[in-house]
């Protein structure tokens, strides 16, 4: 008898979606080239979308979810890959069109792995996750556009969430002056201990403002998208860049040509799905050299499996602080 092993599957229903803890064999994984005995995976708004069903986020069904996981290669026939070999993986439509990290094990084309760095634990690589990642090539948008520490404040929205709380850690570790928007102001210690300077209330980018506002940021970081992104960019100082990451406030974009072609501001789009290995690496990389683990503790809670279906309708309901990580043994 082959031997089984947890997942959660996901399966459409005539009146839904069902979410359920399996017992499954790896001929039930989909294609691939290295199979991958998972250890950790975690919780981002994507997920949350696919294990709640607010979104049409899952494209086969059943379907195991987890758009990150961490662990130890068993078998490859690819050439890059053997076992033994610590890697991660995030994005490349897994966990949404290919079966995910919500499970102990997962069979994934080789192509869409990197090297675990090894500055990180597999738990810390999920601490640090799509979300983590993500927040990386953001500050490296910044950088590769001229905006340096003494340019002045970086905004990040969503400040809260997990690519807000790394962004935050990371800036403050690379010398910026970051700046928390977020609807919690009872956060504000924890996004000041993550090193933000300020924490200002994300109302005030709620509401439709001026095409051009009073020149306040050097950069941004934004997650949010919509109005809020619209008054970001309307308060970007002359030449500033920001980095746009998210939709978690809408993907409609009201706003006018003016900071483009008045101040020379860049919008940077920042895609963590399809991205080259390459540009992982490079973000991979700096995540270990200017991440302080000792913060990225701080925002991170450990849950199981069984604990994933909860965790995914407090991060859509916006209660999640900080990141998730999915210990997939527990």
């Given at each position: 008898m082959?031997?089984t092993?947890?997942a959660l599957?996901v399966?459409?229903?005539?009146d839904g979606?069902?979410?359920?803890l399996k017992d ?8 691939g080239?290295v ?5 950790h ?5 994507k997920?949350?979308l696919?294990?709640t069903?607010s979104a049409?986020?899952?494209?086969a ?7 990150d996981f961490?662990?130890?290669v068993?078998s490859?026939?690819?050439?890059d890959?053997k076992?033994?070999?610590?890697v991660?993986l995030?994005?490349?439509g ?9 499970a102990?094990?997962a ?5 869409w ?5 090894s500055?990180f ?14 927040a ?5 948008a ?6 340096g520490p003494?340019?002045g404040?970086?905004l ?6 997990g ?5 935050i850690?990371l800036l403050a570790k690379?010398?910026?002056?970051p700046?928390a928007?977020t ?5 504000a210690d924890y996004?000041k201990g993550?090193?933000?300077?300020d ?5 005030e980018?709620?509401?439709?403002g001026?095409p051009l506002?009073?020149?306040?940021w050097?950069g941004?970081?934004d997650s949010?998208g ?7 960019i309307?308060?970007?100082?002359y030449g500033?860049?920001?980095a ?10 009201p ?6 072609i ?7 789009g920042?895609?963590?799905v399809?991205?080259p290995?390459?540009?992982?690496e490079?973000a991979?990389?700096r995540?270990?050299?200017d ?7 701080a925002m991170?809670t450990?849950?199981g499996?069984?604990?994933v279906?909860?965790?995914?309708a407090d ?5 999640i602080?900080?990141r ?7």
């Open positions: 082959a031997d092993f947890k599957m399966t459409k229903t005539d979606q069902s979410v359920d499954i064999t790896d001929a039930e994984l989909m294609e080239d199979t991958v005995a998972v250890s995976s975690t919780v981002n708004y997920d949350g696919a294990i069903g049409p986020i899952l494209r069904s059943p379907m195991i979810p987890g758009i961490s662990g130890e068993v490859s026939e690819h050439a890959w076992p033994g070999d610590q991660v995030n994005g490349f897994v966990g949404e069109g290919h079966s995910g990290g919500y102990q094990r069979r994934v084309n080789g192509d792995l990197v090297k675990r760095p500055a634990s597999d738990a810390d690589a999920m601490a640090i996750g799509t979300a983590g990642y993500t990386m090539l953001c500050v490296l910044l950088e590769k556009h001229g905006i003494k340019d404040d970086i990040v929205t969503g400040a809260n969430g690519v807000g709380s790394v962004a850690a690379l010398g910026y002056r700046v928007s609807g919690r102001p009872e956060e996004l993550l090193g933000a300077v924490v200002i209330d994300r109302q980018f709620a509401e439709a001026r506002g009073k020149e306040r050097a941004a970081v949010v919509s109005t809020t992104l619209a008054n970001v309307a308060q970007t100082k500033g860049t920001v746009a990451c998210g939709l978690a406030g809408g993907m409609d974009l706003a006018t040509v003016y900071p483009f008045l101040r020379g501001i860049t919008l940077a920042i895609d963590s399809m991205a290995r390459g540009i992982r490079e991979w990389s995540l270990a050299k991440l302080d683990l000792d913060k990225l503790n991170t450990i849950t499996l069984g604990g279906e909860a965790a995914a991060i859509m309901a916006g209660k602080r900080g998730l990580v999915v210990d997939v043994s527990a």
